[in-house]
């Protein structure tokens, strides 16, 4: 266990490294020039400025230098210097952003289960009935709506015939827990639904094969009613594979969880990172992208360490 | 989000004679009636797009400051946006971006994938390693932030959307045709054509790539949607093709959102258009599946 833990520790951290990489050599796809003179262009900074700034951020070093430097400034903490705030480090911002989305991204997720687990298991106990189609049809529907659009819907409509109001001031879960879950439980809920239709198709699948296993004819044999068989039996062990997809979807939640929140005005790092490239700033860009990743790496390191846990059958090898 | 598992691998019997289209599409209809139902809607969506330019009632892209927020009637089928240009014209013009957009992508990226998906699997050792590392990496960054990313430093022009976009559909396809080269390759045919002397790239091509058509087919069919999806959130968030140039997703970005309450059809028209093309994406890709993949044949009876 402690040397597969070791190992896939060690994989997290090449792969961490090659997203650095990745995020690094994008961000230097123009020339460092072209990247003050478009500083330049948004006004906000003035040639003395800018000139100084050449220096500070270190675009006539040669690019592995650059690298170098960037990686010392995440290791050191700060993660660089915002490009547009002066005094401000690409780190201060992320702080206060990234909460909102993981927050976000985790109430989707428990949406998803919520949603999913159950419409998956039902639809498999009654399978090829017409509750089973209707189901599969909902959630394939699921799988074909922009969640960013859905969340315009409820927007618009919600405030035509609802009296719903998008919140104007976000309210931090720390000081208001109430009112934060009164924000955010519609985007939970619109993200829920895109991720359950996965969740519920991994769900019906792996119990429709578990309800043939012996142990749940074991079960019935014993006299144990269907409801009892599903419930205590099957569902609990078909549920493993649909634990890692939820895993694996991570990148997919913190992409959903950005999109919804910019639309539901949340100040998480969607709105962030956005705000960040229509700014150029982007030291702040680089610094979001890494962080995502790392979110993202982390929690499939996570499901995968978890496994043992879960499944005591599991043999690290 | 498409979820293909990466042992769908699916091998077809060597030198299975291949029946007329027409066959095909007979045979596909009798057991997959809602399948192939999508399938013609989709056909009929392609079309409509591709023949825009003679079906659309106005100029796509000139205000008419007269028709402004115009509710929807029968010279505005879908209603006018914040400049008064045709709804409906415009659907059917972004249209030509968001599928082109959905085809091309998934095109390129698959074609990728499979290229990086036969070395690998075929290769193994430290190139395997290497690659699948460097898949992991793409797929570790949230698909969205890559392509904000991307978006800095490319031009908001079609093309550019397309390769941004296919570099986040390759790894998913490397991934399933490693997996299937990778049971491929210890076939007796692959080793029978070893054993003749068959270089390399021709046992790859000749022998393997043919066998992993079936789970490529699937995934493909399946992410068209998700890039139709994912373009149409670049769209919304301003980081696709260049206005005033309409896609599915960039018609849903700034009037939709601001005149939401006195033209709801601005943000309903993408949206419902998007969902039909998608839904119909999706029901095909998974009829599809059912008959390709002869590992679901025959469960649920």
């Given amino acids: 266990m402690r040397t597969y833990a070791l190992r896939r520790l060690l994989a997290a951290g090449v792969v961490l490294f090659l997203v650095s990489i990745l995020v690094f050599s994008m961000m230097r796809m123009l020339p460092g020039d072209a990247l003050v003179t478009k500083l330049g262009e948004t006004g906000r900074i003035s040639p003395d400025r800018m000139e100084q700034l050449r220096d500070e951020i270190g675009l006539n070093d040669p690019l592995p230098v650059q690298y170098v430097k960037w990686i010392g400034d995440l290791f050191s903490g700060t993660m660089g210097d915002s490009l547009i705030y002066e005094g401000r480090t690409v780190r201060e911002r992320i702080v206060n952003s990234l909460p909102v989305t993981v927050e976000l991204g985790i109430l989707g997720m428990l949406s998803a289960l919520a949603i999913g687990i159950p419409l998956g298991t039902i639809s498999a106990v009654s399978q090829d009935s017409l509750l089973d189609y209707f189901i599969r049809s909902v959630s394939l529907l699921g799988l074909s709506i922009p969640q960013f659009w859905l969340g315009l819907i409820v927007i618009i409509y919600g405030t035509l015939y609802l009296g719903y109001k998008p919140p104007r001031e976000f309210i931090s879960l720390t000081k208001d827990p109430i009112g934060n879950i009164g924000m955010m439980w519609i985007p939970s809920l619109i993200l829920g639904f895109g991720l359950s239709a996965s969740i519920m198709r991994m769900t019906r699948s792996t119990v429709l094969e578990a309800m043939h296993e012996d142990y749940a004819r074991t079960a019935r044999a014993k006299g144990l009613t269907e409801h009892v068989v599903v419930i205590r039996h099957v569902v609990r062990n078909a549920l493993i594979p649909v634990i890692t997809l939820v895993g694996n979807q991570a990148a997919f939640v913190f992409s959903g969880a950005l999109i919804l929140e910019i639309l539901f005005g949340l100040p998480g790092m969607g709105r962030l990172t956005l705000e960040a490239i229509t700014q150029r700033d982007y030291t702040q860009v680089q610094g979001c992208a890494i962080v995502a990743a790392a979110v993202v790496i982390g929690t499939n390191l996570l499901v995968d360490l978890s496994y043992g846990w879960i499944d005591p059958r599991v043999r690290y090898s | ?301």
């Fill in chain 2, 1 to 301: 989000m498409a979820v293909v598992s990466e042992e769908s691998a699916i091998i077809l019997p060597p030198g299975a004679r291949t029946p007329r289209p027409l066959r095909i599409i007979w045979s596909f209809t009798r057991r997959k009636p809602v399948a192939a139902a999508s399938a013609l809607i989709l056909l009929i969506i392609s079309l409509m797009v591709l023949f825009a330019p003679v079906i659309a009632p106005h100029e796509p892209n000139r205000p008419s400051l007269g028709d402004r927020l115009a509710k929807p009637s029968s010279d505005h089928l879908l209603g006018g946006d914040e400049l008064g240009r045709d709804v409906f014209t415009r659907l059917l013009y972004g249209g030509r971006i968001s599928l082109g957009a959905g085809l091309g992508a998934t095109a390129l990226g698959v074609g990728l994938g499979v290229l990086f998906g036969l070395v690998s699997g075929y290769a193994g050792g430290w190139v395997d390693m290497t690659l699948q590392r460097i898949m992991d990496a793409i797929m570790a960054l949230p698909p969205l932030i890559f392509l904000m990313v991307i978006s800095t430093q490319l031009s908001p022009s079609f093309r550019n959307v397309v390769i941004a976009i296919s570099i986040f559909v390759t790894p998913g396809a490397a991934r399933v045709v490693r997996g299937a080269v990778l049971s491929i390759k210890e076939m007796p045919y692959v080793e029978a054509a070893r054993s003749l002397g068959a270089s390399p790239p021709r046992i790859v091509f000749r022998h393997i790539m043919p066998n992993t058509f079936a789970p490529v087919i699937i995934l493909a069919s399946i992410t068209v949607g998700s890039v139709i999806i994912i373009e149409a959130a670049l769209g919304f968030l301003g980081l696709s093709v260049r206005l005033p140039q309409a896609t599915w997703g960039t018609m849903l970005n700034s009037g939709a959102q601001q005149y939401m309450e006195q033209a709801p059809w601005m943000a309903v028209a993408p949206g419902v258009a998007i969902l039909i093309t998608v839904f119909s994406i999706n029901l095909f890709g998974d009829g599809l599946r059912d008959v390709l993949d002869p590992r679901l044949r025959g469960k649920g009876k």
